[in-house]
């Protein structure tokens, strides 16, 4: 067109060239595919991995929570009047002192299992740092194209 500039003195590009760029980009293509399937491999053992660690305080958590749900209800008014019967306390102060221990203990055991499934979950450190690894290393193969 009239005032652009003409590149290649008028002539196209040479299609070595363009068969260069075509493979480049496929073998790019090609790489980028196998990381992001060896990324989603990795995440899924590391899911499999949280997975078996999890089981365990989960269940522990389940079986918390079910027994207090079972036995609250009889166990403080069991205790709450041995309480009053034994050690002569009236039946209001009785029934808090339960209360706050078996809240208390609960308490322990609530926290216990949190933290166990927190470390759980630390399986996925390895994922994230691989995928660190290779966003950066997609960063330098960008920038050496550029």
């Known amino acids: 067109m009239v005032g652009q500039a003409t590149m290649n003195n008028g002539k196209s590009a040479p299609r070595s060239m363009d068969a260069s760029v075509k493979t480049r ?7 980028l595919l196998l990381l992001l399937e060896l990324q989603a ?3 899924g053992l590391d899911a ?6 999890a089981v365990a305080p989960c269940i522990a ?4 929570v079910v ?7 009889v166990a403080l008014l069991g205790v709450a009047y ?10 209001a102060s009785a ?8 809240l208390g ?9 949190v933290r166990r499934l927190r470390s759980a979950a630390s399986v996925f450190r390895r994922s994230q740092e691989e995928l660190h690894t290779n966003m950066n290393w997609l960063k330098e193969m960008f920038e050496r194209r550029n």
């Open 25 to 31: 980009a496929a073998g790019f293509a090609k790489e």
């Open 41 to 43: 491999r990795l995440l």
């Open 82 to 91: 041995l309480l009053v019967d034994e050690a002569g306390f009236n039946r």
């Open 48 to 53: 499999r991995d949280f997975g078996r660690r």
């Open 95 to 102: 029934l808090l002192l339960t209360a706050v221990f078996c």
């Open 61 to 64: 958590i389940v079986a918390a």
């Open 67 to 73: 027994a207090l749900l079972a036995a609250v209800t």
């Open 105 to 113: 203990g609960s308490a322990i055991v609530a926290v216990v299992s």
